[in-house]
């Protein structure tokens, strides 16, 4: 299998665009014009039929009414040639026996003035969708959605990267909010890998990608939103569908889904557990202490294996009362386990070069993981088009805890020790919400709202020490922490349109109060604050044509901290670098610029931006000698001053013909880190980053479909150091059969490279470190799905509900260093 799937990278990356054009087909070009202005008519959809009247192909023009199409074995029929507001056209068309094109010219077309109440386009669905405020990728076009999760999916977005470490970046930044269907989710907060390694892609309909959210979001996110569009499968009567998957190292996975309608009632039901498998997994980290001559340098080397037992569920309800009212109901949830074992040897030498001390260590860890949410919306529309007035509810529990148990062998000038330490914590939260949406005229429209939210996080902490064979409590390393947080939030947008200009304003007030209690050992401190933000959002675009516009936005964006940053939980399983979260963090305020140029086509999409982000009190990951035992590292978060970044992006897609897309993305971002320390001493880090991917999809024949994908990423910059850099890939074939109900899927993910390293690096002045992690990464895997039932009506949901795009996530490991997991 491995050598049919290099051969067929080879030869789609080795075909010339031409070889995709059916050999002996019959090209016929055109362009549809306004028949008074001569102006093109942008994406008319053209239906091609022969002269039998069977229609053989439906298409859209460009932005400016040029199309072109082959045809296989047919040489005259007619086009039926429509566009809202135009009167529908024929032409005929005929081609000369041994001719290979037929150009029709300009085809004029007339102003309709009947109402055209509907006009559907079918065509195939395209991969990627660029819109004036959103990208959009099409997971269910996608054929290896089929044996991938989600997270594996979200590789392939444009704008967003996933590294070694399965941390996610938006444009670059690892500050933003993931929503789904446009609700915030704790559980993706916190810990958005886990939950997206547990959803399955197929569950999945489309990922958008909004980076200069509006005033109506929250103004927590600053790099902008993800937003995870589940399948909602349309019904009439009882319809489904039932997926399994596999692959080489032992994951296994599925997802059965059912939807059913009767009267007003609509609901659905998703679920799909998973195991996962991570074999082989290496370790290997060196550090160097300037300042202490006996534990000069700390040497580690590890191994290990890890398992995941997991599943996603959902449920999504609504009655419609009447045509203008709707009552819906959706709960999620997502659970499970995640355990490891490994063992590591470490070597301590002195600045002689000699060993100091030297240990081994048996580590078992287990972390469990979990959250339930429910919203609950009530939706008032009105006769006058886009109208709407929502009341909206969200109950949320998120728990999380893990256990620990190590086991430590001492070899030289080390004691023997056995351990063990747990910690549970937990997040609660309340939202409700008002949204009105009203406008007055077509250039003219309002949005105001408000929002109210009661979090609380509690987390306690134990720790024992093997006494004879007995745990016995060490009362010195106790942890507790009650953080409670009150968020009362308004918004007003306005949106003005005129001619080729919009303009889109808007401000939020958010008033953030916050009340925590921490305990660590016997000491215990108190604190809280009091924070009131004005939050202004402009949106200047002017459309350059039909096809292409300019845009500039600024915002300001805020970034409260997480739980798993303020979790002051001390996760010791490595006795030489401590970890632990910092509950006194204060919120980032950031400042954001972003200059874009679109060009929407038929067949080309391009959207370039330059944008910058200014931010003078960020959240940093820091590491630093411990100040009562210098023997010991730490790494915990600190407001750690300025983090601006200054960027370029640059995505497009090209559609050659109707069965081949070509996507190409990439960003280039120049990002200056300064911390202030003490005494006017400052670290300083600069530089750039570079991240980039293309693929390609070919249906070469109905029903089989190519596609494969390479990107690389030239490493995460952090205020004391910068991560190593990574190349992936992957391909995979899919097959339709029984009419497109049975979908059959085979991929392969990193073809070329067995095994994959990561690497970090970081100093200052007081020390320097070198970490590897290297595990096996090509995995086959095998998937196959069934549909059964009929469509029909769609299960109604609100237009608007709650998003809280309210905590800091993604980056440094989602904050696992101060959460009680890894």
């Keep these: ?66 199309f072109d199409f082959t ?15 135009y009167n529908t056209t024929k032409v005929k068309f005929g081609v000369k026996p041994g001719a290979k094109r037929d150009n029709l010219g300009t085809i004029a077309m007339s102003e309709s003035s009947t109402k055209i109440d509907q006009v559907v386009v079918q065509a195939q669905k395209q991969l990627v969708k660029v819109d004036v405020d959103k990208i959009s990728y099409n997971t269910e076009a996608d054929p290896e959605s089929q044996t991938t999760n989600a997270l594996d999916m979200l590789r392939k977005v444009p704008l967003i990267t996933v590294d070694g470490e399965d941390n996610i970046t938006l444009k670059g930044s690892s500050s933003f909010k993931i929503l789904v269907n446009g609700k915030e989710s704790t559980l993706m907060s916190n810990n958005p890998k886990d939950v997206l390694k547990g959803m399955p892609a197929n569950s999945i309909k489309n990922v958008e990608v909004i980076t200069n959210p509006s005033s109506k979001y929250s103004a927590e996110g600053v790099g902008g939103i993800i937003n995870i569009v589940t399948a909602k499968k349309t019904l009439e009567g009882v319809m489904g569908s039932v997926s399994l998957r596999a692959d080489n190292i032992g994951g296994v996975g599925g997802n059965i889904y059912t939807t059913a309608k009767v009267g007003k009632l609509s609901f659905s039901l998703n679920y799909g557990p998973n195991y996962r498998k991570e074999k082989s997994t290496y370790g290997y980290s060196w550090r160097e202490n300037f300042a202490n001559n006996n ?17 996603f569920g959902s449920a999504e309800m609504s009655y419609e009362i009447d045509s203008l009212n709707l009552i819906s109901l959706s709960v999620m949830g997502h659970g499970g386990k995640w355990k490891n074992n490994s063992t590591s040897g470490t070597s301590v030498f002195n600045n002689q070069n000699q060993i100091y001390q030297q240990y081994g260590q048996i580590t078992d860890y287990e972390r469990s993981f979990g959250a339930i949410s429910g919203n609950l919306d009530y939706q008032r529309s009105f006769k006058k088009p886009d109208k709407l007035f ?58 105001v709202g408000a929002k109210y939210i009661l979090r609380t996080n509690p987390s306690e902490t134990f720790n024992y020490n093997d006494v004879n064979g007995a745990w016995v409590e060490d009362a010195t390393r106790y942890g507790k922490l009650d953080y409670t947080q009150n968020i009362v939030a308004g918004y007003v947008g306005y949106l003005y349109k005129i001619k080729k200009m919009s303009f889109k304003t808007g401000f939020r007030v958010e008033g953030a109060y916050t009340d925590a209690d921490s305990k660590q050992g016997i000491k215990s401190t108190s604190f809280s604050s009091d924070l009131t933000n004005l939050i202004p959002y402009l949106t200047l675009s002017y459309s350059l044509g039909e096809a292409s516009s300019l845009k500039l936005n600024y915002t300001q964006r805020l970034q409260r901290p997480g739980i798993w940053y303020l979790n002051p939980y001390v996760d010791d399983s490595d006795p030489k670098m401590i970890s632990y979260g910092n509950p006194e963090l204060e919120t980032e305020k950031v400042h954001s610029f972003d200059l874009g140029y679109s060009l929407f086509t038929s067949k080309v999409n391009l959207e370039l931006s330059a944008y910058s982000q200014l931010n003078d009190n960020a959240i940093q990951r820091v590491m630093f000698a411990d100040k009562n035992n210098p023997n010991i590292f730490v790494s915990t978060y600190e407001n750690s001053g300025v983090n601006n970044t200054y960027g370029f992006s640059l995505f497009g897609s090209y559609r050659p013909t109707p069965k081949l897309s070509l996507n190409l993305e990439g960003d280039a971002s120049y990002s200056l880190m300064e911390r202030n320390v003490m005494n006017d001493i400052k670290i300083k880090n600069e530089g750039w980053n570079y991240n980039g991917s293309g693929s390609i999809r070919w249906t070469c024949i109905d029903g089989l479909t190519l596609s494969g994908y390479i990107g690389g990423y030239s490493g995460w910059l952090q205020l004391q150091g910068k991560s190593g850099g990574f190349i992936y890939n992957g391909i995979s074939v899919r097959k339709d059969l029984l009419k497109k109900k049975l979908n059959i899927s ?11 390293t990561w690497e970090s690096d970081m100093s200052d002045a007081s020390f320097r470190s070198h970490s590897e992690r290297k595990m096996l990464y090509r995995t086959f895997s095998f998937g196959i799905s069934y549909r059964f039932g009929k469509m029909g009506a769609m299960v109604k949901k609100a237009k608007r509900s709650i998003s809280n795009d309210d905590v800091k996530s993604g980056g440094d490991n989602g904050g696992n260093s101060g959460g009680g997991g890894k």
């Design 1 to 66: 299998m491995y050598r049919l799937f290099t051969f067929f990278l080879l030869l789609v990356g080795g075909l010339p665009l031409g070889s995709f054009a059916d050999s002996g087909s019959i090209q016929i070009t055109g362009k549809a014009v306004d028949s008074l202005s001569k102006k093109g008519v942008p994406f008319v959809t053209i239906t091609v039929q022969n002269s039998q009247s069977k229609v053989l192909k439906r298409l859209a023009s460009d932005g400016n009414g040029a």
């Design 295 to 311: 534990e000069h340098i700390v040497e580690t080397k590890s191994d290990g294996d890890g398992s995941a037992l997991f599943s």
């Design 390 to 447: 929502t009341v909206s509810y969200k109950l949320e529990y998120n728990p999380m805890g893990t256990d620990n148990r190590y086991e430590t062998d001492g070899i030289v000038n080390y004691q023997d020790q056995k351990r063990f330490s747990e910690n549970d914590a937990a997040s609660y939260e309340n939202t409700f919400q008002i949204d009105f949406v009203n406008p007055f005229t077509s250039k003219h429209q309002l949005e």
């Design 71 to 85: 045809l296989k074995d047919d040489t005259h029929g007619e086009l039926i040639i429509t566009a809202v507001g």
């Design 746 to 756: 085979v991929s392969v993910n990193s073809p070329f490279q067995k095994y994959r």
